[in-house]
């Protein structure tokens, strides 16, 4: 069974500019999470999508957003985008029906650098 | 605020000895705990997760879930070189799908 994708593997953009950012989940998987992850703060929620539904949300600025397809890909942006914008940007997808037991597969990110 | 405590490392270990890490939880809602292993440059790949109150052993990996004294342990026996990674504690709460991380032990086996 083929893994979480993600695409781009590498993006380098400026500030004010705006990036997407996709995610495909493990077949049959319908639940995608997305994490921030940088040195100094380590790995973050950021949101979980399931049914193109967001069900979760961290503790993020409205710049970043996602959303869900109805086959269960995912696609997150941020919006006018800042230096501490530079991350590791991972996607991890699960099959979504057991709330709080559920264990998650890690894509294989997206690295992200604000000049 | 609901946090993961670990000793960020790095914890070094020679080849062959057992590798012990170690996190706390302040969050009692907390359910269920995994261990993720992350080389450098690499995304988390799972190692183990754990439910309930006592051991859970797979190959050379052990873990500990003491959930009255909100802690969880990963124990790595006959540790290799190729164990040298960060290790990555997260929990999931109660009726949740976020993963709550703490920063990562760094791990080091030297040959």
């Known amino acids: 069974k083929a893994g979480v994708t993600q695409t781009p593997r590498y993006l380098i953009k400026t500030r004010g500019q705006q990036v997407t950012l996709s995610c495909s989940p493990i077949s049959g998987h319908r639940s995608v999470s997305w994490y921030q992850q940088t040195p100094g703060q380590g790995l973050q929620f950021l949101f979980e999508y399931f049914s193109e539904t967001q069900r979760n949300k961290g503790n993020f600025p409205g710049r970043f957003s996602g959303r869900q397809f109805s086959n269960s890909r995912s696609e997150m942006n941020v919006s006018t985008l800042e230096l501490g914008d530079s991350a590791l940007y991972l996607c991890?997808?699960?099959?979504?029906?057991?709330?709080?037991?559920?264990?998650?597969?890690f894509g294989p990110g997206t690295r992200l650098l604000v000049l | 605020q609901k946090e993961v405590e670990q000793n960020s490392g790095p914890l070094s270990v020679p080849e062959g000895a057992i590798a012990s890490l170690n996190c706390t939880y302040s969050d009692r809602g907390s359910q269920s705990f995994f261990w993720y292993r992350q080389y450098s440059g690499k995304s988390p790949e799972l190692i183990m997760f754990?439910?309930?109150?006592g051991d859970k052993e797979d190959g050379r990996f052990t873990a500990q879930l003491n959930k009255a004294s909100q802690y969880v342990s990963l124990l790595i026996r006959d540790s290799q070189p190729s164990d040298s990674a960060t290790y990555l504690c997260p929990y999931s709460g109660a009726g949740s799908y976020q993963l709550t991380f703490g920063k990562g032990t760094k791990l080091s086996v030297i040959p």
């Open positions: 754990i439910y309930s109150n």
């Open positions: 991890a997808s699960s099959p979504g029906g057991s709330a709080g037991r559920e264990t998650q597969y």
